[in-house]
C-alpha cells in the first residue's frame, strides 16, 4: 500500500537534547512537507522541500532542521533552540508543489519530560 | 493575521441534513484551495479541491463552492452521516507561484448526532 509513514507515533525529549522525527513516503512524491500543530491551531508550516537536495524555510523554521537526500525520506530534527517542542508534527507530500492536494502521514506527538 | 479563516469554531447537524462549512480569505494571490477532515490523533485526510478557474466542484456527497469576489468558499456535505464527525480545516494556496505550501485555517470542529 502506498502511504506516508511518520515514526514513532509518540517521542519524548529531554530538556537540551536533539531528537529526529522520521517521515518515508512510497508515493513516488516530489514535494514534501513538514507542520506543526498547536491545540486549537490550524497547521502551521515548519520546512518543505520540492525535489530532492533542495528545502525552504516555512513560517516557523527556527529551532528546526532538515535534509532531503532521498526522494522517499524528509527528517525533521527538532533541535535544542525550539524554545517550546511540544506538538503534534504532521509530515505530508504531493505529487509536485503546484495544483496537488497534500496527503498526510498519522503524526508524531513530541512532549518534554 | 490570519489569511484563511474558519471563523465559526463548532458546528452541530441532524442526520440526513446538509452541513454547510465556511471559510474567509484575505490573500488574493490564492488560487487553490482545498478541505481536508481531521480525526484526533491522525492526520487530515484530503476531501477536495478547487481552482480559482472554477466557482463550484462535486465529488459525491461533498461539494466545495469558491466565491472570489468575497474571497469566501464552502463545503456542503449532503446528507450528513455520523461518520462525518470530525474537524474540518480549509486550506489555501498560492499554488501559481513557487511556492505551493498550504496556509489552514484553524478548523471547525463538525458533530452529526444521529
Known amino acids: 500500500d502506498g502511504g506516508i509513514t511518520q515514526s514513532p507515533k509518540y517521542l519524548f525529549r529531554k530538556e537540551g537534547q536533539n531528537v529526529t522525527l522520521s517521515c518515508e513516503q512510497n508515493?513516488?512524491?516530489?514535494?514534501m512537507y513538514w507542520y506543526r500543530q498547536d491545540p486549537g491551531q490550524g497547521l502551521r508550516l515548519i520546512y518543505y522541500s520540492q525535489i530532492v537536495n533542495d528545502f525552504q524555510k516555512g513560517d516557523i523554521a527556527e529551532g528546526y532542521s532538515v535534509s532531503r537526500e532521498k526522494k522517499e525520506s524528509f527528517p525533521l530534527t527538532v533541535t535544542s533552540a525550539q524554545k517550546n517542542p511540544t506538538a503534534f508534527y504532521l509530515c505530508a507530500s504531493s505529487i509536485t508543489a503546484q495544483y496537488q492536494p497534500q496527503h498526510f502521514g498519522d503524526g508524531t506527538r513530541l512532549s518534554i519530560l | 493575521d490570519q489569511q484563511v479563516k474558519q471563523n465559526s469554531p463548532s458546528l452541530s447537524v441532524q442526520e440526513g441534513r446538509i452541513s454547510i462549512l465556511n471559510c474567509d480569505y484575505t490573500?488574493?494571490?490564492?488560487?487553490?484551495f482545498l478541505w481536508y477532515k481531521k480525526y484526533p490523533a491522525e492526520g487530515p485526510t484530503f476531501l477536495i479541491s478547487?481552482?480559482?478557474?472554477?466557482d463550484k466542484n462535486e465529488d459525491g456527497r461533498f461539494t466545495v463552492f469558491l466565491n472570489k469576489s468575497a474571497k469566501h468558499l464552502s463545503l456542503h456535505i449532503v446528507p450528513s452521516q455520523p461518520g462525518d464527525s470530525a474537524v474540518y480545516f480549509c486550506?489555501?494556496?498560492?499554488?501559481?507561484?513557487?511556492?505551493?505550501?498550504?496556509?489552514f485555517g484553524k478548523g471547525t470542529k463538525l458533530s452529526v448526532k444521529p
Open positions: 486550506a489555501a494556496s498560492a499554488a501559481g507561484g513557487s511556492q505551493g505550501n498550504l496556509i
Open positions: 508515493l513516488n512524491h516530489d514535494a
Open positions: 478547487i481552482s480559482s478557474i472554477k
Open positions: 490573500n488574493s494571490m490564492f488560487d487553490y
